[in-house]
Structure formats: C-alpha cells, structure tokens
C-alpha cells in the first residue's frame, strides 16, 4: 500500500507533490484524521531520491498546516462570538464556557506550541485558541514554528528510512496512540476533580 502511493506520488510534478501536501497538512486542522504526517514523510523519502528539494517540501507542509490552524482558528473566533455568548444555544452553559476559555487564555500558547506534536487535538487546540481570543499576530508566529520543527522531523525520517515507509507509520500510529492515552488521562482526572469538588459543594 505504502509502495504503491510512494510511487503515485512520485509521479507527480514537483510542483504537484507540494500542492498535495499543502493540501494534506491543510484539511488535517478541519477534517481529523487525516495522513498529512504520512504524507509529508513520504515526501521526505522523495527528497532523499532527489524528485523534490527540502526547503519548498519543508515550506509547503508547514505553509498548509499554519492555513489549516488559523482557519479552524478563525471558525473558533467566530463560533463563540456568533452563537455561544448569544445565548442562542440554550444546552450550553456560557459560565462554564467563560471558564474554559480564562484557562486556554493561561495555558494556550503553551499548547500551540506544542500542537503539532499532539496528533489527534489539533483541530480542537486551534478552534479553542479562536474561542478564547488568542493574541492572532503571536498565535500565528508559535503554530509556525511548532509545524516547521514538527515537519524538519517527518521530512529527516523520510530521508533516513527511505521507501520503508510502513515502519514510520507504524511508530506513528503508537506515538498517537501514547499521546492520546495520556490526554484522555489528564482530562479523565479534571473530570473526577471536578465531580468531587462538586459533591462536596
């Protein structure tokens, strides 16, 4: 399978395999999962070949991540502005979204910066980042370096293994799987904090 999309893509233009991985990196921050990291990998195997270069590869998925996050960023913005302080969605509880947002405001450009590295929460930490009124100019200078080091990591990867693509995907899949083990811990642990704070109110 792996073999197969190498050799598909590498058929391509160069200036076609870079709009594809734009387009990758892009739709993962809307439409999760999506195999942007695969991609990009696949791309790095590329530029071990010689079909495309590293810095239009590195710019292009880099490019497509940061368009997706201040997209979903955007739709976030606009979300809490337009409907949740409204008041036009009953079923949810402005206080407790007042709350959420006071702590993503404390802790969010911790997160985006490390947002690239948490697959599977991107989309939510840049919808959140828009709801909670995140600084733009400064939002925007820390989800692009968090994509460039996260992205110069794929494309090395691709380098070093080469065709044996499977591999890779296979430690990605278990470095998401870690990653989501520990974030459903953590909220997990807010949620019995929270009901046993509650209970004794």
């Not at 997160?111 to 599977?120: E, M, Q, Y």
């Not at 733009?136 to 110069?152: D, G």
Request: hydrophobic letters at 50%.
């Amino acid at each position: 399978m792996f073999e197969s999309i190498l050799t598909q893509i590498s058929d391509f233009t160069p200036l076609w395999i870079y709009l594809t991985i734009f387009f990758f990196a892009y739709i993962e921050n809307l439409f999760p999962p999506s195999p942007s990291d695969l991609i990009v990998v696949i791309g790095g195997s590329l530029v071990g070949t010689g079909t495309i270069s590293f810095i239009p590869l590195l710019f292009s998925a880099t490019l497509g991540s940061l368009a997706g996050f201040l997209t979903a960023f955007i739709i976030g913005w606009q979300f809490d502005k337009k409907l949740i302080h409204s008041g036009k969605i009953k079923f949810i509880n402005i206080q407790s979204v007042d709350k959420v947002e006071t702590a993503f405001r404390k802790w969010g450009y911790y997160l985006i910066v490390a947002n690239r590295f948490l697959p599977g929460t991107r989309a939510v930490i840049s919808f959140f980042a828009g709801m909670s009124r995140l600084n733009v100019n400064k939002t925007t200078i820390l989800s692009f370096i968090s994509s460039a080091i996260w992205n110069v990591l794929l494309i090395y990867l691709g380098m070093t293994f080469g065709k044996n693509v499977e591999l890779i995907d296979g430690y990605l899949k278990t470095y998401s799987t870690i990653i989501w083990i520990i974030t459903g811990g953590i909220i997990l642990s807010f949620v019995i904090r929270y009901l046993i704070i509650k209970g004794r109110k």
